[in-house]
């Protein structure tokens, strides 16, 4: 997707995309920026990392548009009776190796407040139906994956729920709500009169 040229107040955008270590972004590395934005990150981020991205943005007046963070929680319908364990057991993998997981965006709203920045958070839900059976099924494939390597004791379950499931999916009758959280994290402007 091609960033836009104008805002909608006619300015000029500029975009720039930066790789690096989360654990050493400073202030000084944002001056200048108007936003930072990630998709799908904070879940995959330790407490001390969530803590220091968000010392750099209210050090640097920079907001941040957090989006897609997992939320711990997952509609299928219809409902199977392994629904609820797979989902246990796919949070518990997302907290592994000090991740966050579906803490994530508590912790970086608390982190960022911390920082004295306002916070607003939406729920960004995706929601995968017929039209989307191939996305749907590769999904359930890492979902389940990542809940059988956490929990290796439903693997023979999870197999047999994995199938089914599937085959709903390529029936057309699944349905999935897979639970999403943004976040804005509003810095105040450092320096200079806001």
Not at 57 to 81: D, F, N
Not at 168 to 191: F, K, M, S, Y
Request: glycine content about 10%.
């Amino acid at each position: 997707v091609a960033a836009p040229r104008t805002a909608a107040d006619g300015s000029r955008v500029t975009v720039e995309t930066r790789r690096g270590d989360l654990a050493r972004l400073t202030p000084d590395a944002l001056a200048g920026a108007a936003l930072v934005t990630a998709s799908a990150l904070l879940d995959v981020l330790t407490a001390e990392e969530v803590g220091n991205l968000a010392a750099a943005c209210a050090g640097a007046g920079c907001p941040a548009l957090l989006t897609l963070s997992v939320a711990g929680r997952v509609e299928l319908t219809p409902a199977h009776p392994l629904d609820a364990e797979i989902t246990e057991a796919f949070n518990d993998h997302q907290r592994g190796t000090g991740m966050l997981g579906p803490d994530a965006v508590t912790a970086a709203a608390e982190a960022f407040a911390g920082h004295g920045a306002t916070i607003r958070t939406l729920p960004s839900p995706w929601r995968l139906g017929p039209d989307e059976a191939g996305l749907t099924a590769s999904w359930l494939r890492g979902w389940v994956g990542a809940a059988v390597e956490q929990r290796p004791e439903l693997r023979e379950r999870a197999a047999r729920y994995l199938d089914e499931r599937l085959a709903v999916c390529a029936a057309g009758e699944l349905r999935v709500v897979v639970h999403h959280t943004d976040l804005l994290a509003l810095c105040r402007p450092t320096g200079g009169v806001s």
